[in-house]
């Protein structure tokens, strides 16, 4: 590896995730459902967030159709019961499969939690949107609810398990070029891709965050001394190494830690192999975050 690797680590935490198989009958149908259903708000805003893990051949579907395996995150208030916490989340991934897979022709929705901590009954906030005419069957082996719908109909597991992961696990790639910010990001993206349990939720992401703001109304707001346009104006405060001008960053959720430290690896390497890149640091804000630290150095040299 031919860029500095800095003596830091990236910073993550826990959360609670939803992960599921989403099929359909046709890719275009499947690709706007998965786009739609994972794209923001995300937890930075008190919301939650999402992303595609990977698409799913037919072969490997309960109902032989095309698939893609989404995961749904929340962060975690200790301070709370975790039963509160879930059925805030349990509303929020409620919202988002009914606006934007129940929604599209054609669709279903299976349970893919790998070791759930408890589960849902999507009946509530979700089968009942057949105002009453929704029925259950069983089908490829799983209790479905069938929701009538205007273009018959829509499918989805009845009991969706949730479980414990790791959030905001995170690397940065210092670059010299703009054309390197987006060749390097596709390429960390790509490569992350086969990192099983692991998405993006911001795909190459070029506003990183603090957590002290002057504006608490607006959440976290730019990490100040790694922006590029402000080195002049503030001086010795700045963080932006000679010779960089872009410092995007992209974050990785997993659902275990493992695979947040494997898609960490794998997607720095990728981006280290672009010209233009320098260098590889991450985000991390002296255990205010979270209890994971994860050492760039263990994992890159």
């Known amino acids: 590896m031919n860029v500095l690797i800095e003596d830091t680590y990236a910073e993550a935490f826990e959360g609670l995730y939803f992960r599921v198989l989403v099929t359909s009958s046709d890719r275009w149908t499947l690709v706007r459902a998965a786009e739609d259903a994972t794209a923001t708000p995300s937890i930075v805003i008190g919301r939650i967030e999402g992303g595609i893990e990977r698409w799913v051949p037919r072969k490997e579907t309960p109902d032989g159709r095309l698939g893609v395996i989404l995961q749904f995150w929340s962060s975690i208030d200790e301070k709370k019961p975790l039963d509160e916490t879930v059925v805030r989340f349990y509303k929020e991934f409620s919202y988002r499969i009914r606006q934007d897979i129940l929604v599209k022709p054609f669709t279903a929705v299976f349970d893919a939690c ?19 005419y929704e029925w259950i069957e069983e089908q490829h082996g799983r ?97 932006v190494p000679e010779g960089v001008r872009y410092i995007p960053e992209i974050v990785i959720n997993g659902l275990t830690l493992k695979a947040v430290k494997e898609a960490i690896k794998a997607g720095a390497e990728a981006a280290s192999s672009v010209n233009g890149v320098v260098r590889i640091s991450a985000g991390n804000y002296g255990g205010k975050l979270g209890k994971y630290r994860i050492f760039l150095k263990e994992l890159l040299l």
Not at 114 to 132: F, M, R, V
Not at 207 to 222: C, D, H, L, N, V
């Open 114 to 132: 790998p070791d759930p901590i408890g589960k849902i009954d999507t009946l509530e906030l979700i089968g009942h949107c057949g105002d009453g």
């Open 143 to 239: 209790k479905m609810i069938i929701v009538p719908i205007m273009v018959p109909d829509f499918k989805i597991e009845r009991f969706i398990g949730y479980g414990r992961g790791v959030m905001g696990g995170n690397f940065w790639y210092m670059c010299r070029t703009k054309k390197a910010v987006l060749e390097a990001g596709r390429k960390a993206l790509k490569a992350i891709s086969n990192v099983e349990g692991a998405i993006t939720p911001f795909d190459i992401c070029s506003a990183g965050s603090k957590p002290e703001t002057r504006f608490p109304q607006i959440g976290p707001t730019t990490n100040h001394p790694y922006c590029s346009s402000l080195k002049a104006k503030i001086g010795s405060e700045s963080k």
